[in-house]
C-alpha cells in the first residue's frame, strides 16, 4: 500500500552559504540581476549527491515552453534545489542562455526564523526583491487581489509569445505549497494552462523526487509535451478541474508510487 512521505534517506541539502552572500549584496543593496540558471549549475556541482535529469530528449529545442512540476519539499530539503535543477537541464537542452520565468507566490506565512515569526511584509519584499532580481513572476496568494493577480497571469502570457529565447520559458508548481507528496492543484491553474497552450507554448510536465535507483538523489523526470485539446463535452464550469487533473496525472506518472499523495491512482508510465 501506497504511503503518504517518501522512504528516502533523509540527506541534507544546505542553502550554500556563498550564494546568501551573493544574493543578500546584489538583491537587497546593490539592487542587481542575477542568472538562477547559473547559478543552479554552480550550486548543484557542491552537493555530495548528484541531482539527475532523465527524460531530457522530451523537452523541444526551441520555442515557447511552460514546464510544471510537483512542488518537491521536506525538511532538510527545500524546493529551491528543485528549481535550480530544472533550470540547469534547460540549458543542457537549449542555449546556454536560456532562463525560465518561475511563476512564484508574493508571499508566504507563518515563516519562522528559529523561533521567532516573520512579519508576513517582510517576506513579501524579500520575495519581491529575489523576483526581480531572477526575473522570476509573482503571484499574489489572495484571491481578492484580483488586479494583480490578472497582472501576473499577463506576465506569464507575455513571456511566452516573446520571441527572446531567453524569455519565453515559464515554470510552475500547480500545488502552490511544498510537500515530499503530491497535493491537489489549485483551482484557477487549470485555466492558466489552458492560456498557455493558446499561445502555442508546449506545456511538458517535470517530476521531482529522491529515486532509488539513482542512489536516492533528487532526480527531475521529463515527461512529454501535453496535449490539453478538451473533450467535446465538457462545460466551461468544469475545464479548470479536467486540465488540472490531467496534468496533474502527467507528473504523478513520473514519480514512484509513494509519492503520489492526492493523485496515487495514477498508471505509471510503464503501467
Known amino acids: 500500500m501506497a504511503t503518504d512521505t517518501p522512504t528516502a534517506p533523509l540527506a541534507h541539502y544546505p542553502f550554500p552559504r556563498w550564494l546568501a552572500l551573493a544574493l543578500g549584496l546584489d538583491f537587497f543593496v546593490l539592487g542587481r540581476s542575477r542568472s538562477f540558471a547559473t547559478e543552479g549549475t554552480r550550486a548543484l556541482r557542491t552537493l555530495p549527491l548528484q541531482p539527475q535529469v532523465v ?38 537542452r537549449r542555449s546556454r542562455h536560456a532562463e525560465i520565468h518561475w511563476l512564484i507566490t508574493a508571499e508566504t506565512r507563518g515563516t519562522r526564523y528559529g523561533p521567532l515569526p516573520v512579519p508576513g ?11 526581480r532580481g531572477y526575473g ?41 505549497t511544498g510537500s515530499p507528496v503530491l497535493r491537489e492543484a489549485l483551482p484557477g491553474t487549470g485555466e492558466l ?36 485539446t478538451l473533450p467535446p463535452e465538457i ?27 492526492f493523485y496515487r491512482d495514477a498508471h505509471s508510465q510503464s503501467g
Open 55 to 92: 527524460g531530457l530528449e522530451h523537452l523541444p529545442t526551441s520555442g515557447p515552453l511552460l514546464l510544471v512540476i510537483n512542488h518537491y519539499e521536506r525538511p532538510g530539503l527545500w524546493t529551491f534545489w528543485s528549481t535550480l535543477l530544472v533550470s540547469h537541464a534547460i540549458r543542457q
Open 121 to 131: 511584509a517582510l517576506m513579501r519584499w524579500v520575495i519581491g526583491r529575489v523576483a
Open 136 to 176: 522570476f513572476i509573482t503571484l499574489p496568494i489572495a484571491p481578492q487581489e484580483t488586479a494583480a493577480r490578472a497582472a501576473a497571469l499577463r506576465s506569464v502570457l507575455r513571456a511566452l509569445r516573446s520571441d527572446d529565447e531567453r524569455a519565453h520559458i515559464v515554470g510552475l508548481s500547480p500545488e502552490g
Open 193 to 228: 494552462l489552458l492560456l498557455a497552450a493558446r499561445t502555442g507554448a508546449a506545456i511538458v510536465p517535470v517530476g521531482i523526487a529522491e529515486r532509488p535507483e539513482h542512489d536516492w538523489a533528487l532526480t527531475a523526470t521529463v515527461g512529454a509535451p501535453l496535449d490539453l
Open 235 to 261: 462545460s466551461r464550469a468544469e475545464r479548470d478541474q479536467w486540465v488540472r487533473t490531467a496534468v496533474m496525472q502527467s507528473i504523478a506518472r513520473l514519480l514512484p508510487r509513494d509519492v503520489r499523495g
